[in-house]
């Protein structure tokens, strides 16, 4: 039983994630992918493999959020930077000062982690 809820929580996830991007593709940024966007965050938080790609969304569709989007995005970006530091450091660099901007701000409350992550934007 525990198996079967996890994979339709699994299927869940990805549904919500090939929304999000259908949504987004067909409409560009808007509220709709970012409606999706933020069911892929509630259905798992902490999922490490979809914590760089809602951190890359998340950043591009920023302006399209509601209240309380930015905590979402800010837990994002930590996750991401726990498990793919490597991978959110060359994201940044490529994506601009913008991007930079915002990972740095949501690391702010680990000063160790912005040192990390200016070092490795370099």
Do not use: C, H
Not at 42 to 50: E, G, N, Q, S, Y
Not at 55 to 65: C, K, P, Q, V, Y
Request: no cysteine; glycine share 4%; charged share 30%.
């Amino acid at each position: 039983m525990q198996g079967e809820k996890e994979k339709t929580s699994e299927v869940s996830r990805q549904i919500d994630i090939q929304l999000a991007y259908a949504r987004r593709l067909e409409s560009g940024v808007g509220a709709a992918a970012v409606d999706a966007w933020r069911m892929s965050v509630l259905t798992a938080p902490a999922d490490r493999r979809l914590s760089l790609w809602r951190t890359r969304f998340g950043i591009e569709s920023s302006l399209a959020f509601s209240e309380g989007d930015e905590n979402l995005l800010d837990r994002q970006i930590q996750f991401a930077w726990t498990f793919n530091r490597a991978e959110l450091a060359r994201y940044a660099k490529s994506a601009g000062p913008e991007a930079v901007q915002t990972i740095r701000a949501a690391l702010a409350s680990q000063p160790e982690d912005v040192k990390s992550f200016e070092q490795a934007t370099r």
